[in-house]
């Protein structure tokens, strides 16, 4: 690395109590749960935690359009949008509601990977586990992700002194948006691994632009030995051959086994193999959430990164007051009035067992082309 400045983690009390509505996927707690168990087990003194920003609408601008931007404000002052502005930019729909903070959450996550790229200039890592909203296009909200926080974070990268960048997405889904902005870009390398046939239905294994496109769809119940194959055949070497001035890399944690938006099998063992890979690639690192609806596994993930990062050592057991954390939370099905109740391990561990498993053939194939057209 470049600096020896311990890493930063960009966070917000906005995330505290906000939620997209009873029915969706994020009315859970996510960052704020992040943030009390990082505090409860001694990893985030106010000397490495920074409070976001709130961008403001001209700063969303070097990726989003004025007239959106205007729009998903005027959407949370209003609490209501027209039915023209609802066609037009994807906002008051079941995936991307209407709610309080509609508007100043994600500028929130934004103004992180905004202030990213300035606090990296000169080195260092950053963790901003609010960012990572992949989906997110110019003119309209997609897929829960009113902004793209990932892409404005890259921009941000490359005005900051980072000319070549590398960007990691191991998120569940496709990162559609992301590969929308820098499809032809060539300083831009852009890798995705997500579930074949799982929304938004892109990323396909031959879709590539004028710039580095690595697409790597995956069948249901990818497993820990198959997700180290595609770290060692695929991600790293081909990051190598980027020479990549700062690496960003998408962590989102709906690829576990327990959650409930994907049908993949790793434990949190391999996102954290992953971390541990790309951590000393480059001079810039920024590690972003992303996708998880599990309000537990995504917890434990994330403040597993955080631990990465700082070198931590994953407990075998956590402290009372971590699991005091943990204990606190509450989480129903959608349509279901039942809690779920956490598994044992859910409360006590971060790190899940190993969820390793055969090495299926087509894995192996799609890797290697891949692999051969970098090489070509």
């Given at each position: 690395?470049?600096?020896?400045?311990?890493?930063?983690?960009?966070?917000?009390?906005?995330?505290?109590?906000?939620?997209?509505?009873?029915?969706?996927?994020l009315r859970i707690p996510r960052v704020s749960t992040v943030i009390d168990l990082a505090r409860a087990l001694g990893w985030l003194g106010p000397d490495q935690y920074?409070?976001?920003?709130?961008?403001?609408?001209?700063?969303?601008?070097?990726?989003?359009?004025?007239?959106?931007?205007?729009?998903?404000?005027?959407?949370?002052?209003?609490?209501?949008?027209?039915?023209?502005?609802?066609?037009?930019?994807?906002?008051?729909?079941?995936?991307?509601?209407?709610?309080?903070?509609?508007?100043?959450?994600?500028?929130?996550?934004?103004?992180?990977?905004?202030?990213?790229?300035?606090?990296?200039?000169?080195?260092?890592?950053?963790?901003?586990?609010?960012?990572?909203?992949?989906?997110?296009?110019?003119?309209?909200?997609?897929?829960?992700?009113?902004?793209?926080?990932?892409?404005?974070?890259?921009?941000?990268?490359?005005?900051?002194?980072?000319?070549?960048?590398?960007?990691?997405?191991?998120?569940?889904?496709?990162?559609?948006?992301?590969?929308?902005?820098?499809?032809?870009?060539?300083?831009?390398?852009?890798?995705?691994?997500?579930?074949?046939?799982?929304?938004?239905?892109?990323?396909?294994?031959?879709?590539?632009?004028?710039?580095?496109?690595?697409?790597?769809?995956?069948?249901?119940?990818?497993?820990?030995?198959?997700?180290?194959?595609?770290?060692?055949?695929?991600?790293?070497?081909?990051?190598?051959?980027?020479?990549?001035?700062?690496?960003?890399?998408?962590?989102?944690?709906?690829?576990?086994?327990?959650?409930?938006?994907?049908?993949?099998?790793?434990?949190?063992?391999?996102?954290?193999?992953?971390?541990?890979?790309?951590?000393?690639?480059?001079?810039?690192?920024?590690?972003?959430?992303?996708?998880?609806?599990?309000?537990?596994?995504?917890?434990?993930?994330?403040?597993?990164?955080?631990?990465?990062?700082?070198?931590?050592?994953?407990?075998?057991?956590?402290?009372?007051?971590?699991?005091?954390?943990?204990?606190?939370?509450?989480?129903?099905?959608?349509?279901?009035?039942?809690?779920?109740?956490?598994?044992?391990?859910?409360?006590?561990?971060?790190?899940?067992?190993?969820?390793?498993?055969?090495?299926?053939?087509?894995?192996?194939?799609?890797?290697?082309?891949?692999?051969?057209?970098?090489?070509?």
């Amino acid at each position: 690395m470049a600096t020896d400045t311990p890493p930063l983690f960009l966070g917000s009390e906005i995330y505290r109590g906000s939620s997209y509505g009873p029915w969706h996927p994020l009315r859970i707690p996510r960052v704020s749960t992040v943030i009390d168990l990082a505090r409860a087990l001694g990893w985030l003194g106010p000397d490495q935690y920074r409070t976001s920003p709130r961008a403001k609408p001209a700063a969303l601008t070097g990726f989003h359009t004025r007239r959106y931007v205007a729009a998903l404000h005027r959407a949370e002052k209003d609490q209501h949008v027209a039915e023209a502005i609802r066609a037009q930019h994807h906002i008051g729909t079941a995936s991307n509601p209407v709610f309080p903070e509609m508007y100043s959450r994600p500028a929130t996550a934004a103004g992180a990977s905004l202030l990213a790229g300035e606090l990296l200039a000169r080195g260092g890592v950053v963790h901003s586990p609010a960012g990572g909203t992949h989906h997110g296009m110019p003119d309209r909200a997609s897929g829960f992700c009113y902004l793209n926080d990932a892409v404005l974070a890259i921009q941000a990268l490359r005005r900051n002194g980072a000319r070549r960048v590398a960007y990691v997405d191991i998120d569940a889904h496709h990162a559609d948006g992301v590969e929308h902005a820098f499809a032809d870009t060539p300083e831009v390398l852009l890798i995705s691994t997500h579930e074949e046939g799982r929304w938004p239905r892109t990323g396909g294994l031959d879709d590539r632009g004028v710039g580095q496109v690595y697409n790597l769809p995956l069948p249901r119940g990818l497993n820990d030995t198959e997700m180290a194959l595609i770290r060692d055949g695929l991600i790293l070497p081909q990051v190598a051959a980027h020479r990549p001035d700062a690496v960003v890399l998408q962590c989102g944690a709906d690829a576990v086994l327990e959650d409930p938006q994907s049908r993949l099998a790793l434990s949190n063992r391999a996102h954290w193999a992953v971390l541990r890979a790309l951590r000393s690639v480059a001079p810039r690192l920024l590690v972003l959430g992303g996708g998880g609806y599990n309000p537990w596994t995504v917890a434990r993930l994330w403040v597993g990164n955080w631990a990465v990062l700082n070198g931590h050592e994953m407990p075998a057991r956590l402290p009372e007051a971590a699991q005091r954390v943990l204990r606190a939370l509450h989480w129903t099905r959608i349509g279901s009035t039942r809690e779920i109740k956490p598994e044992p391990h859910w409360i006590s561990t971060l790190a899940d067992a190993p969820r390793e498993g055969p090495i299926r053939p087509e894995i192996r194939a799609r890797i290697g082309l891949l692999a051969g057209r970098g090489a070509a």
